[in-house]
């Protein structure tokens, strides 16, 4: 760093212990250079090597920031694993799948009122078939049977009711009247299944139907 003319005038510090350069060079360029641990996430086993704690939420970050202010520059010029547009694009590409990540947990993290997530289904009673749903806005019970005339149980699994509070969201209207559609060709169906199995048709068909 004296040769080119960046000192480094103050020691970089990690989990209030001096980092140790040479040996997070030795680390990173041992496993292709910085682009590849970026690519590949190899910074928890950087972090082992630099015998550094694991708690550390931070660490790849850190580490990543280190090495580029005092290190990539002579990993190029001795090494050349790879260029600073390379590096650009490794870091873009880690920071927009972070983004997704965050982005995807945050849709299924809250659930209001005990539902099970915002993002399921929505589910409605379906008349059509007979099933009763509780009373004080309770749900319909999964799994309710229609059963064949040898009375060997068809089982019929109906979602649960659409919570209130979501019944005025246009996307959920929307999936709601596709899913009544949906139930009401499965009622069809279902009639159009009780009416073979009761005319009469051999044993075979109805194993089939």
Known sequence: HHSPGTPVNRIPI????VLDLYMLYTLVTEKGGLVEVINKKLWREITKGLSLPTSITSAAFTLRTQYMKYLYPYECE????SNPNELQAAIDSNRREGRRQGFGGSLFAYSPGGTHG???SPKLPVPALGLASATNGGAITPGQKI???EDSPIPISMPSRLPVSLAGHPVVAAQAAAVQVAAAAQAAALEQLREKLESGEPPEKKLAL
């Open 14 to 17: 990690m989990a209030k212990q």
């Open 118 to 120: 915002l993002l399921s």
């Open 78 to 81: 001795k090494r050349g694993l």
């Open 147 to 149: 059963k064949k005339e």
